[in-house]
Structures are given as structure tokens and as C-alpha cells.
């Protein structure tokens, strides 16, 4: 069955990095747009970022440009987020998705066609 099994949450001081990966598994995951969302503490979900399956072409909210980094290695079947410069208003449960589709600013769960469990990242000094 298809699997998207995220890892790399922690707790960090505001300054402070961490790289989040997603393990995919149960589908074609080269053939699929990946993406990062989050959902802050007694708020909805927040679109992060997104990359293509073919060049690698990348998107992101503008609160994290040039802080997140977002990549993949088709052939480990994982997605990363780099996170840099890290903020207390980054603290959240980031969730990997995968969509056939290009998704663009849009947290909602029912645009997606697979979705992790999350991982836990707070930013706390």
C-alpha cells in the first residue's frame, strides 16, 4: 500500500536547522509532484512547498524563501526540506503529499492524492 513516512522533526532554538525527509513507498514516486505542508498549532493547513517530477522545478511560500530548501532523490524514493534560519512561527506538524498534479498554494488534504502522518517541528528558545 502506499506509504509516505515522514522523519526529522525535533525541537530547535529560533536560528537553528533541520532537514525533514519523506520516505515513499506504494507508488510511482518519480511520477508524482511532492510537496511539504504544515499546520501551526490551532490553525489550518499552510502549503509550503512543492517540486515537480521532472526537472525538479521548485515553489514556495514566501515566508520560507530563501530559509527552505526543497529537493528529492528519485532514486531512494525520498523527499527532503532543508530548513534554515528556522522561526517560532515555523513551529508545526509537517505533512509530505504527493499530488499527479501541480498543486499551488493550497494545504487543503483533498487535493492531494497521498498524504503522511507528519513530523513534529518546534522552534523554541
Known amino acids: 500500500q502506499v506509504q509516505l513516512v515522514e522523519s526529522g522533526g525535533d525541537l530547535v532554538q529560533p536560528g537553528g536547522s533541520l532537514r525533514l525527509s519523506c520516505a515513499a513507498s506504494?507508488?510511482?514516486?518519480?511520477?508524482?509532484?511532492m510537496y511539504w505542508v504544515r499546520q501551526a498549532p490551532g490553525k489550518g493547513l499552510e502549503w509550503v512547498s512543492a517540486?515537480?517530477?521532472?526537472?525538479?522545478?521548485?515553489y514556495y511560500l514566501d515566508s520560507v524563501k530563501g530559509r527552505f530548501t526543497i529537493s528529492r532523490d528519485n532514486a531512494k524514493n525520498t523527499l527532503y526540506l532543508q530548513m534554515n534560519s528556522l522561526k517560532p512561527e515555523d513551529t508545526a506538524l509537517y505533512y509530505c503529499?504527493?499530488?499527479?498534479?501541480?498543486?499551488?498554494?493550497?494545504?487543503?488534504?483533498?487535493?492531494?492524492?497521498?498524504w503522511g502522518q507528519g513530523t513534529q517541528v518546534t522552534v523554541s528558545s
Open positions: 503529499a504527493a499530488s499527479s498534479r501541480f498543486v499551488y498554494g493550497i494545504g487543503t488534504r483533498s487535493h492531494y492524492d497521498y
Open positions: 517540486i515537480n517530477n521532472g526537472v525538479g522545478n521548485t
Open positions: 506504494g507508488f510511482t514516486f518519480s511520477s508524482y509532484w
